[in-house]
């Protein structure tokens, strides 16, 4: 697959459905995603519809969580369980890439370009996930936990069963924090 250090969400609809075209068209249907907690298959989405004057949680008529399985969301799409469904970016491609898919059976909503990433995302992109520690672990072992991670080659099989290509350093998560505060998912105490 690709390796890519930023990531987003992509909202997908059925191609034969003449009904919803655009982000707009999400008004009074139904949407699947996994968890409203995850960031690329569900918060960044929720994100963009707001920034779209639209709320996932208000103007859908029903909105369905699955859990974790992105391959949930779009056989939903496809069985007609769900009008709209959102994944993270690169799930659709990956599983074009698998054969369980084709492009062309999905209505893409909301599409932005981004120069220097190649895949489909109907949102801002955002860091891939990082690696933080709580702060009872010592400062050694979060070290050697680094260590380990940075050293595994895309052959491991610790690499191939979590299907990443490698571990790196984390880029900046302020625009992530910013979206959690504008959600409110997230208060800023002021000082004085």
Not at 58 to 64: G, Y
Not at 72 to 80: P, S
Not at 140 to 162: D, F, I, N, Q, W
Request: charged share 15%.
């Amino acid at each position: 697959g690709m390796e890519e250090t930023m990531y987003g969400s992509l909202l997908l609809a059925r191609a034969d459905n003449e009904n919803i075209q655009s982000m707009q068209d999400v008004k009074g249907k139904i949407v699947m995603a996994t968890s409203i907690f995850d960031a690329g298959g569900c918060l960044y989405a929720m994100a963009e519809m707001d920034h779209h004057g639209l709320s996932l949680l208000q103007d859908p008529v029903q909105v369905i969580f699955v859990g974790q399985d992105f391959d949930a969301v779009v056989q939903g799409v496809l069985d007609e369980v769900a009008d709209v469904g959102i994944v993270r970016t690169d799930w659709i491609e990956g599983m074009h890439g698998r054969g369980l898919v084709n492009l062309s059976q999905f209505t893409f909503l909301g599409l932005q370009e981004h120069p220097e990433f190649p895949l489909l995302s109907s949102t801002e992109l955002y860091p891939e996930w990082s690696l933080g520690s709580l702060p009872h672990v010592h400062h050694t072992v979060r070290v050697e936990v680094l260590k380990a991670l940075t050293s595994l080659s895309t052959s491991h099989p610790a690499a191939k069963a979590g299907m990443y290509s490698r571990w790196q350093v984390a880029g900046s998560l302020d625009n992530i924090v910013s979206l959690q505060i504008r959600l409110g998912q997230l208060s800023v105490e002021q000082s004085t």
